[in-house]
């Protein structure tokens, strides 16, 4: 694995990826970020998955292991135990490509104008940065998608979403460590964000996770 300088991909090792959809699509989603993975997560991700696409910070790969007609897929991550792990979950045979790259930065070329959908699932939040900084990712994941594409994702809001007892200690130890940048983040600087890219933009907030479509990229 290259020098990670984000801590948000940093996090994300062969331990702490067993762990991760124990701890974070179960016990945190439900009890610290009041929104279900299967009923709220799982089911904005398949609403809004086209035929070719692109996800972005993959995690295990669990929301695409979870959709078995989904093929046409490419995996894009800073970090390599993330690809690996994503790849295995939801079958090689079924993956495009996997891509080792910062959504900070320029997509390569052949990425530009090729996906039906591009997901953002708990990547934003994971960035460092204020909300502004994190446009530019959501600048770099437009330009991958096709001109009747759909931007869609989701992402854990800031200090002024009203995080409960369980949420204000996560969110104080994993700012803290740099696993979280999230404590400006707000679904009005989301929005915004989105409409400097597309036309149509759709925000809703479940608990203190802000769901979001964009479609009808703006050229
Ligand atoms: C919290 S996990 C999200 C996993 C999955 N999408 C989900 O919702 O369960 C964040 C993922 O984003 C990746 N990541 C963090 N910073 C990144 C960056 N700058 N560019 C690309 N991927 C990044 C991490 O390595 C990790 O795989």
């Known amino acids: ?76 991550d800073l970090n390599t135990h993330s690809l690996d792990a994503a790849r295995t979950r939801i079958g090689p045979q079924r993956i495009d490509s996997c891509v080792e790259h910062d959504v900070f930065n320029e997509f390569p070329q052949a990425l530009h104008n090729s996906f039906d959908s591009v997901s953002l699932f708990y990547l934003l939040h994971c960035l460092p940065g204020l909300p502004e900084d994190k446009a530019r990712a959501i600048k770099n994941a437009a330009a991958a998608l096709n001109a009747n594409g759909t931007l869609y994702g989701a992402t854990i809001l800031g200090d002024s979403a009203g995080h409960n007892g369980f949420g204000r200690k996560l969110m104080k130890v994993y700012n803290k460590i740099g696993i979280f940048s999230n404590r400006q983040d707000n679904a009005l600087h989301l929005k915004q964000a989105l409409e400097d890219c597309f036309e149509e933009v759709s925000v809703s907030t479940v608990g203190v996770v802000a769901t979001f479509s964009a479609s009808k990229k703006r050229v």
């Open 1 to 76: 694995m290259k020098n990670l300088s984000n801590k948000g991909a940093q996090a994300y090792t062969p331990l702490t990826l067993k762990l991760y959809d124990w701890w974070v699509l179960g016990i945190s989603n439900r009890y610290a970020w009041r929104c279900p993975t299967e009923d709220v997560l799982l089911n904005h991700f398949k609403k809004h998955l086209g035929r070719k696409h692109l996800d972005i910070g993959v995690g295990t790969g669990f929301y695409l292991s979870q959709l078995d007609h989904a093929r046409d897929i490419t995996l894009m």
